[in-house]
């Protein structure tokens, strides 16, 4: 029988001959399997240690989107809270971080400024997570104590430009540096 069951494969003429072969196979494999349990049971009592070790990497990154309309063509005008960037930020480090901004024309006139081509400038301040941000020597550092999963925050804009404007485009650039302690 089992001859039939385990050498299926082989022709009638062979599955004869191997009868006993494939029989005496299974056998064996069904003693051996009835004498696994009994081996265990012999070693009954044992310990064992196991140590499990895993690391989270800390992580600090941002990633920024910038929303459409952003600062208005018209710079004549005051603007209120424009945003210009939306970041999100991600940080598991257990010490928090710092959210540093840096202005280049800010760097050289000592307060943040939309410079012209000409020369003319239009000041301006910037909110970040509605937070005023304060400039010194070209740099706001906003410092977060706590770890954050996908905080986002909106940089928005304000200006007061100066009556009698030349026309023309006026820039600043920003830099937003994004750290881990």
Known sequence: ??????????????????????GALALGFILGMAAAPAHAQQNRGGTATINVRATSAARASVSITFPEGGLPEDLTKPVKDAVIARIVERSNTRHGY?????????????VPILLGQDGASIPYELNYGGQTLQFRNGRAVLDRFSRSNDQVRELAISTRPPPGLAPGQYADRLTLVFMGR
């Open 98 to 110: 710092s959210v540093m901004i840096i202005s280049e024309n800010a760097r050289q006139a000592g």
């Open 1 to 22: 029988m089992f001859g039939w069951t385990l050498c299926p494969h082989m022709p009638d003429q062979a599955r004869r001959r191997r009868r006993v072969g494939c």
